[in-house]
């Protein structure tokens, strides 16, 4: 009798054991939010104080999906672009630093289409609810990839909010010199709030000029290779990416590519396919005037 009720009490102790352990690899395990309407969750709120931002290359096509990470557990919240490129993190996400990846097609400025093949960008920043979601667009893109450069493990884990505060500022400053010695007519001034729907701003101008900038020289890509426009982005990306994050800067050859690019480049013309799709940009057509 005594041997059953130790035998009993033996495995009420692991089942609970069991049961503690399970609740806290769930609490582990990657948090899952789905939109089921983006246009509805998203687009409500574009015009009124700010919680969303735009997926930027030119705008991500609809549903594009927008993955949200908290670098310190590596929880990820999932959401959707809605039909102007826009999203919006999820109520679960607050108060930390995150990494958002968008993987999507998108408004390619010079065709005045939507993409065939998609392609990822990505930012990184802090995010308190009611906030303004993170802008993701080129420039974001590198300066995460700096980022992470400059952290190393720092990046993600329980010191990312010692060590990503530390050297953001850094990794801002090596994109947007890199930029303004790579581009001629780059829009000079602070690369921070980089909103391509703030018409006449600084900031616009300065997304605005690097992805049309971007769009003409995965052209050219696409003609030298036979890709097709999307593919040949992503090519150009990961090169621009390759160069920020070993050297700080770009190579002499991503030079040569991208000022070519700016001097080759219609940017009246892609304007006004953006600004007709969108109506983004148009405070800037004249700047591109011959």
């Given amino acids: 009798m005594t041997q059953t009720t130790t035998d009993r009490s033996r495995a009420h102790r692991s089942t609970r054991a069991f049961c503690t352990l399970?609740?806290?690899?769930?609490?582990?395990?990657?948090?899952?939010?789905?939109?089921?309407?983006?246009?509805a969750a998203?687009?409500?709120?574009?015009?009124?104080?700010?919680?969303?931002?735009?997926?930027?290359?030119?705008?991500?096509?609809?549903?594009?999906?927008?993955?949200?990470t908290v670098l310190e557990n590596g929880r990820v919240a999932t959401t959707q672009t809605d039909a102007r490129g826009a999203y919006q993190v999820p109520t679960v996400i607050d108060?930390?630093?995150?990494?958002?990846?968008?993987?999507g097609k998108f408004f390619d400025e010079r065709t005045g289409k939507i993409t065939k093949t998609p392609i990822t960008l990505t930012a990184i920043d802090s995010h308190d609810q009611g906030d303004r979601a993170p802008q993701v667009n080129v420039i974001s893109h590198l300066v995460a990839a700096r980022v992470i450069a400059l952290a190393g493990d720092g990046s993600r884990g329980p010191f990312v909010n010692i060590v990503v505060p530390a050297v953001f500022p850094e990794a801002r400053a090596s994109v947007q010199e890199s930029l303004e010695d790579a581009l001629n007519r780059?829009?000079?001034?602070?690369?921070?709030?980089?909103?391509?729907?703030?018409?006449?701003?600084?900031g616009q101008a300065q997304v605005i000029h690097v992805s049309l900038v971007v769009t003409e020289a995965a052209y050219q890509r696409s003609r030298a290779t036979g890709v097709d426009q999307g593919t040949a982005t992503q090519s150009l990306l990961n090169d621009m990416v390759r160069d920020i994050a070993n050297l700080g800067r770009f190579s002499p050859e991503?030079?040569?590519?991208?000022?070519?690019a700016e001097q080759t480049m219609d940017g009246a013309a892609m304007l006004r396919n953006l600004h007709?799709?969108?109506?983004?940009?148009?405070?800037?057509?004249d700047d591109y005037r011959p």
């Fill in 254 to 260: 991503m030079v040569t590519e991208l000022r070519t």
């Fill in 95 to 103: 108060g930390v630093l995150v990494h958002v990846a968008v993987d």
């Fill in 276 to 285: 007709a799709a969108y109506g983004i940009g148009g405070d800037l057509i």
């Fill in 42 to 68: 998203v687009g409500t709120v574009l015009e009124g104080p700010v919680a969303s931002a735009f997926c930027f290359k030119g705008p991500f096509a609809k549903a594009s999906v927008v993955k949200i």
């Fill in 186 to 202: 780059m829009p000079r001034g602070s690369v921070l709030d980089l909103n391509p729907k703030d018409e006449g701003s600084r």
């Fill in 22 to 39: 399970l609740l806290a690899l769930i609490g582990l395990a990657t948090l899952q939010v789905q939109v089921a309407d983006p246009v």
